[in-house]
């Protein structure tokens, strides 16, 4: 979660020091697990039972009303996406690279094969509890919100700032629930995947946030040499 939360990346979006292609790759990357976030949470729902526990009675109330909440994310992470000059058919539909793209179906996989408790650690506790750390990391500072122009600046940083207040508790309460689902006396078994949906979450946000990162490098490395030589050599051919 450290690795995550203190990630050079945020560092540097903290202090307005990502170029263009960083930030694109940023925005565009992890589109998809907003965008889809909300059906992370239904697929979990689906899981639910009325009646069966306090727990699956605690997560049906949390599920659906934050449903509709994450969708509104959506809307502010496209803001926040068109104020820093990436268009909108780019964020929609333009190529996700594959080192980001695993983190959403990392989340589609585990929300739709594991269980309630394991679904919801790797998402709502994992996802979103460190998610409010890098975020209130990120809003330290006002250096990166003042490069937004001002008549677009609230847009931007309305996804930024909504993570940074409520994420210390929103988590908090999705751990509860996973608590009361497993029950005060839960096998090694079961404590033991709940730990590595956990950590399986950390680690997919890391590589991405990697790659991210590296895609300043990625676009200015020069062609080696003997990729040159092929390369006339294909076009005298």
Same mark, same amino acid.
């Given at each position: ?14 202090? !307005? ?9 940023? *925005? &565009?990357?992890?589109?998809? $697990?907003? +965008? /889809? ?88 506790? !994992? ?9 209130? *990391? &990120?809003?330290?500072?006002? $250096?990166? +919100? /003042? ?91």
């Amino acid at each position: 979660r450290h690795k995550v939360a203190q990630h050079e990346l945020f560092h540097r979006m903290r202090d !307005a020091a990502l170029d263009e292609s960083q930030t694109s790759t940023f *925005l &565009v990357g992890v589109w998809p $697990v907003i +965008e /889809q976030f909300p059906q992370y949470m239904a697929q979990n729902l689906l899981k639910v039972q009325y009646g069966r526990s306090r727990g699956h009675d605690e997560a049906r109330r949390y599920l659906i009303r934050n449903i509709r909440v994450e969708q509104n994310h959506a809307d502010h992470w496209l803001n926040w996406a068109l104020a820093s000059g990436v268009s909108r058919e780019d964020l929609l539909h333009g190529e996700v690279p594959p080192e980001t793209h695993a983190l959403s179906h990392w989340c589609w996989h585990t929300c739709e094969r594991d269980s309630l408790a394991a679904g919801m650690a790797a998402t709502n506790y !994992a996802i979103e509890g460190v998610t409010g750390d890098w975020s209130a *990391l &990120v809003c330290s500072s006002d $250096v990166y +919100e /003042q490069t937004f122009d001002e008549d677009v600046r609230a847009k931007a940083m309305k996804w930024l700032k909504l993570h940074a207040k409520y994420d210390d508790t929103h988590p908090w309460e999705a751990l509860e629930i996973i608590c009361h689902v497993m029950g005060t006396n839960p096998t090694h078994r079961g404590w033991a995947l709940i730990r590595s949906r956990v950590v399986t979450s950390y680690e997919y946000m890391r590589l991405t946030l990697d790659h991210c990162l590296a895609a300043e490098e990625v676009v200015s490395r020069p062609m080696p040499l003997i990729s040159l030589a092929y390369t006339e050599e294909r076009k005298r051919a």
